[in-house]
């Protein structure tokens, strides 16, 4: 049986390496709850964020990598048992002149400006906590928006705070990662991440779902996931809030 899944370049969750493999964390994962339920041919297809809904959707391929779980999504496609928790962050010029924390501080600067991919929850968020619309600017693609915070277009691109820790750490000393000050209602109730599918795919969910059961939060899991940055800080909340999730 051949499973096709779609990504998108987000490191560490996703991205084509130098030799044009398909890597990451969630494309790992991926990999492994795949081989484990039996599928022997798994393809990769990279795609935009706002191509991966739709597509899985119309039936172009079979699963999305993980992306936040939402009411508005879950009326679309049918998420799996959720695989991470993270909050978000920011993506700036070093220095962080504007001193940019979070959503609010930067909604109290009305001459900032934050890059935000188009259809990211991110988008939502900046605006319950006050960014007004003029101050956003929205990109298509990742490196549209970090080409834009070090050309000082913009003041901030917002993302997961893991995320933006990885780039940060691959540019270099021209930008650095801020991770959002703690939210009063602590680590367990942070964003979840999941895959998703067609409706009626059910027999791949109610499969990868059974083997997602028995492997998350595994040693193995967690050893896996280590490599790309992320810690059980990033998988507890997922583990222990799964339940919570309608499937």
Do not use: C
């Not at 994962?29 to 484990?36: D, G, K």
């Not at 679309?76 to 991470?84: D, E, G, K, Q």
Request: overall charge negative; proline content about 4%.
């Amino acid at each position: 049986m051949n499973v096709t899944i779609a990504y998108i370049e987000e490191p560490p969750f996703g991205w084509t390496d130098y030799d044009g493999v398909p890597k990451g964390a969630d494309l790992e994962l991926a990999n492994t709850v795949l081989r484990a339920i039996g599928i022997t041919q798994i393809e990769h297809r990279l795609t935009t964020f706002s191509e991966l809904l739709p597509g899985v959707e119309a039936g172009r391929w079979d699963m999305n990598v993980p992306l936040f779980v939402t009411p508005e999504r879950a009326g679309l496609v049918a998420f799996s048992l959720p695989v991470w928790a993270i909050s978000d962050g920011f993506l700036i010029r070093a220095g962080n002149l504007k001193g940019l924390r979070s959503y609010a501080s930067l909604a109290e600067r009305p001459d900032a400006r934050l890059g935000i991919i188009a259809g990211q929850v991110q988008h939502q968020s900046a605006k319950e906590a006050g960014v007004a619309d003029e101050q956003i600017v929205i990109f298509e693609e990742q490196a549209e928006a970090i080409e834009a915070v070090r050309s000082e277009a913009i003041d901030a691109y917002a993302s997961t705070a893991l995320g933006n820790r990885i780039l940060a750490e691959r540019i270099g000393d021209s930008v650095v990662a801020v991770d959002h000050e703690a939210r009063e209602y602590g680590d367990y109730h942070v964003p979840v991440g999941a895959f998703s599918f067609n409706k009626s795919n059910t027999s791949l969910i109610n499969a990868v779902n059974g083997q997602l059961r028995s492997y998350l939060g595994s040693q193995m899991h967690r050893a896996t996931m280590a490599k790309y940055g992320l810690t059980n800080r990033e998988i507890d909340p997922a583990v222990v809030r799964r339940a919570d999730v309608e499937l």
